[in-house]
């Protein structure tokens, strides 16, 4: 076991990273390296075959295997297994793609899901299940002992639960923006509840469920009923057997349950669930993890990488680009466009892993960089052609993340709105606001999942427009009254900052609970293209006040009472660049990013009343709020002064 620094990174106690070498410079500065291949053989396809798992449910999978004039490849080949709940006929392409170069392919729906039999319960069931559908695998007479898993989000979840079981046969993984450390943002957020979650559920969970694609009446009225997601949303908090999911039972009881469940306890640090709770369980295999800046998993699976790298013998890489959820193959991020080698040949340069894990090819990916960071920024701030914000960037390998060069530099907030190294001279300064949970400030791009078409994930200028969901005008948020806005001055060079975001806040409240919220931007200046500017988000996160001190303690406030909070935003890279202005926003509501606080301190998502609060954040000698940025000296230089 190798020997690691161990820091509170994002909230979480986890593993600092992996020091190579001296650990403080950057390794490269040039996109990752991918050969584009060609099919070799065609391929041959079994639909529906039944696997009875240790509890005699039948899971259904599709088999994909290497054949030529028609007929099935005799011997054995490496395997690729993907566990999906969104019907394994859906992943037919890529089967269909990596079987062409040699791979038997196996696409397998999880229990309770399209072709398989049980009841689902959301990556409860997949460590035992994954374990027995790999275990019959290697079984198998066209298997050759090696298996590799892919797949996206909740396909990354099913890798990871298969990982804790630690079965045979598993040499690789490449889970990708996969949903893992759910308790700790992702679904619960720092005490708040990711609403994409309840979303998931009305467009995709339910009108999927076995009972929907059983009858076609019922499936196309969850359907509808699903296409009502904002009156939900406004209508919250559900209450089990009042709404139409009371027709799929096992979806509404998860919903309810993980909207109420806010303590991070023993059900949030489950296998099926937890990859940092559960180190001393999970397979010793090479794993790349794949996320973007602006993936609703980023923070979730930088801290997988560096509790596995920390914790494994076995190589551990991360890449993390500048993409919204799943996006691997794209340029872009909402409004915002980087340059075309921030899009990676995806297929292919996945191959290139499983080629040397389970085919013994001597393609050099063991050697590659630990870590690919694209750093946003450094753009002509001109509009492309498909009508986005050209923001630039480029590739840069690292030995480590966060970087060990990192100059941590605390911008305090002042009064006047000011954001500045200066710490306030003030000996009492404060800024009131009035947070009406019935006027919640609209969510405006982000960390998000783009399910079901109610929000887009990305980079967006934070001004409504007609589109905006739940926005009252078509305003910048910076003009609502609810929202503090702290800026610089004009910045006199650069300033890259790239690692995590640590917001921390004095705070107080006439409520018994409340939210605050903080969102970092880019500040464009005005141009040609973009004559009002360009407010770009690059980050945002929450912290809901009763667990202000412990995620797995709710404790309510004293109202009055000053408090100290620290609120995590998601790590990024990012360079702010000369002329531009580093803006923190500070609110209590981001809707419906997540779900609002009521103020009124009634259990979680079980609240009858919403009440008005007066919400103070404080900026003076004694009470300095600032935000902590992790600044990276350019070519070793100290961090630059603006």
């Not at 391929?43 to 054949?67: E, F, H, M, N, W």
């Not at 993984?173 to 559920?201: C, K, Q, T, Y």
């Not at 979730?300 to 013998?313: E, H, T, V, Y």
């Not at 292919?348 to 590659?368: I, P, Q, S, T, Y």
């Amino acid at each position: 076991m190798r020997k690691v620094r161990w820091n509170s990174f994002l909230g979480v106690t986890c593993c600092f990273g992996i020091l190579l070498g001296n650990g403080s410079w950057p390794l490269q500065a040039q996109p990752p390296t991918v050969l584009l291949t060609k099919p070799r053989c065609e391929v041959s396809v079994q639909k529906d075959i039944k696997v009875s798992v240790r509890d005699g449910t039948k899971l259904a999978l599709d088999l994909y295997l290497p054949a030529q004039n028609g007929q099935v490849l005799p011997g054995k080949h490496p395997v690729l297994l993907a566990r999906t709940p969104y019907d394994k006929n859906g992943t037919a392409a890529e089967a269909r793609w990596f079987c062409a170069r040699g791979y038997a392919v196996v696409i397998n729906d999880v229990r309770g899901r399209y072709a398989s039999e049980g009841l689902w319960r959301m990556l409860v069931d997949d460590p035992n299940d994954g374990f027995d559908i790999v275990g019959w695998i290697g079984q198998q007479p066209w298997c050759n002992g090696k298996l590799g898993t892919f797949g996206t989000s909740y396909v990354g979840g099913t890798q990871h639960a298969l990982a804790i079981a630690r079965p045979p046969h598993l040499a690789c993984m490449i889970p990708v923006d996969s949903v893992s450390n759910p308790g700790i943002a992702g679904i619960r957020h720092r005490g708040a509840f990711e609403l994409r979650f309840m979303n998931w559920i009305f467009t995709i969970g339910a009108p999927n469920a076995r009972a929907a694609l059983a009858d076609p009446a019922l499936k196309q009225a969850l359907e509808q009923n699903g296409k009502l997601m904002p009156q939900h949303l406004l209508n919250l908090p559900i209450r089990p057997g009042t709404t139409p999911l009371k027709q799929v039972p096992e979806y509404e009881r998860w919903l309810v349950e993980v909207m109420r469940h806010g303590d991070y306890d023993a059900y949030w640090k489950q296998p099926g669930y937890s990859v940092v709770d559960n180190l001393d369980r999970y397979a010793d295999v090479p794993v790349y993890h794949v996320t973007g800046w602006y993936d609703s998993w980023c923070r979730q699976n930088a801290l997988n990488w560096m509790a596995l790298s920390g914790g494994k013998n076995s190589v551990q890489k991360l890449i993390i680009g500048p993409w919204t959820h799943g996006s691997q193959g794209r340029h872009f991020a909402g409004e915002v466009e980087f340059p075309p080698e921030a899009a990676l040949p995806f297929n292919d340069w996945r191959l290139k892993w499983f080629d040397h894990w389970l085919n013994n090819a001597e393609n050099g990916v063991e050697k590659d960089p630990p870590v690919m960071l694209f750093i946003m920024g450094g753009g002509d701030g001109r509009k492309s052609k498909d009508g986005r914000l050209r923001h630039g960037g480029r590739w840069r390998a690292e030995r480590t993340f966060p970087l060990v060069r990192t100059q941590y530099t605390p911008y305090y907030l002042h009064a006047d709105g000011s954001l500045s190294k200066d710490r306030p001279a003030a000996a009492a300064s404060a800024t009131t606001y009035r947070f009406d949970p019935a006027n919640p400030v609209p969510t405006i791009g982000g960390n998000l999942s783009s399910v079901g078409g109610i929000l887009e994930a990305g980079g967006f200028d934070q001004r409504s427009r007609k589109e905006t969901l739940f926005a009252k005008d078509q305003l910048p948020l910076s003009e609502r009254r609810d929202v503090l806005v702290f800026q610089t001055e004009p910045l006199e060079h650069d300033v890259e900052v790239t690692g995590r975001l640590a917001v921390n806040l004095f705070v107080s409240s006439t409520a018994p609970d409340t939210d605050f919220t903080a969102k970092l931007l880019d500040v464009y200046p005005r141009s040609s293209d973009y004559p009002l500017g360009f407010d770009l988000n690059i980050g945002d996160s929450i912290t809901r006040m009763r667990y202000r001190y412990s995620l797995e303690k709710a404790e309510l406030i004293e109202p009055g009472k000053v408090y100290p909070i620290t609120i995590q935003l998601y790590p990024t890279a990012n360079v702010f660049a000369k002329g531009h202005r580093i803006r923190l926003d500070i609110s209590s509501s981001n809707f419906p990013r997540f779900d609002v606080n009521p103020n009124s301190g009634e259990p979680l998502q079980q609240h009858r009343r919403m009440l008005a609060a007066d919400n103070t954040v404080y900026h003076s000698a004694g009470q300095a709020s600032h935000i902590d940025l992790p600044i990276i000296p350019v070519d070793g230089a100290p961090a630059a002064k603006e």
